[in-house]
């Protein structure tokens, strides 16, 4: 199974802060790499799909890049409804696997 | 608009098997690819498996193998997931979601609370 590694697992940030989210897969996954964002009782949402492209109606504060094993996910400008947890996941073979999550908190 | 709506919140006893249904409305149904993933309390995503509803072919995870069933109706657009032998450790909230482009899950339903306990 290919392994998925979200660095850092906790993050505290102000509004306002540019933060960056690593994800390092164990193996090559090329671009097939997606990011999620999860709030409390909620499931999760798609905000990068294919490592650097924006799912439709996600501001674009999030961006995404890498390719082969590292990538990133990247807001801009956090804002106050930015705060919850992220997770990366990779689709190039199954068993499809996710990072073990970023809790982004507020500062 | 484009949903999957699940089932209810199950209780179930060890040993004991759990039917979640996802019904899906807005969009061609047989055309996207339905992924169950669960997320046990205060932990991470984990991937069970996945169906194709056109086909009805499937493919789960090594772990689930052996007490995982998906099934789907295309007559009311809806996929099933059944797990037996339930443990403690299979309480979870369970998600159905469509995998678009890049095989990213574009629509998630809103989860189903399984509990197993004696």
């Known amino acids: 199974d290919i392994q998925m590694t979200q660095s850092p697992s906790s993050l505290s940030a102000s509004v306002g802060d540019r933060v960056t989210i690593t994800c390092r897969a164990s193996?090559?996954?090329?671009?097939?790499l997606n990011w999620y964002q999860q709030k409390p009782g909620k499931a999760p949402k798609l905000l990068i799909y294919a490592a650097s492209s924006l799912q439709s109606g996600v501001p674009s504060r999030f961006s995404g890049s890498g390719s082969g094993t590292d990538f990133t996910l990247t807001i801009s400008s956090l804002q106050p409804e930015d705060f919850a947890t992220y997770y990366c996941?990779?689709?190039?073979?199954?068993?499809?696997?996710f990072g073990q999550g970023t809790r982004l908190e507020i500062k | 608009q484009v949903q999957l709506v699940q089932s209810g919140a199950e209780v179930k006893k060890p040993g004991a098997s759990v039917k979640v249904s996802c019904k899906a409305s807005?969009?061609?149904?047989?055309?996207?690819?339905i992924h169950w993933v669960r997320q046990a309390p205060g932990q991470g995503l984990e991937w069970v498996g996945i169906i194709n509803p056109g086909g009805g072919s499937t493919s789960y995870a090594q772990k689930f193998q052996g007490r995982v069933t998906m099934t789907r109706d295309t007559s009311t657009s809806t996929v099933y997931m059944e797990l037996s032998s339930l443990r403690s450790e299979d309480t979870a909230v369970y998600y159905c979601?469509?995998?678009?482009?890049?095989?990213?899950?574009?629509?998630w339903g809103q989860g189903t609370m399984v509990t197993v306990s004696s």
């Open positions: 193996q090559s996954i090329s671009s097939y």
């Open positions: 979601a469509r995998s678009s482009v890049n095989d990213a899950f574009d629509i």
């Open positions: 996941q990779q689709s190039y073979t199954t068993p499809l696997t």
């Open positions: 807005g969009y061609t149904f047989t055309n996207y690819y």
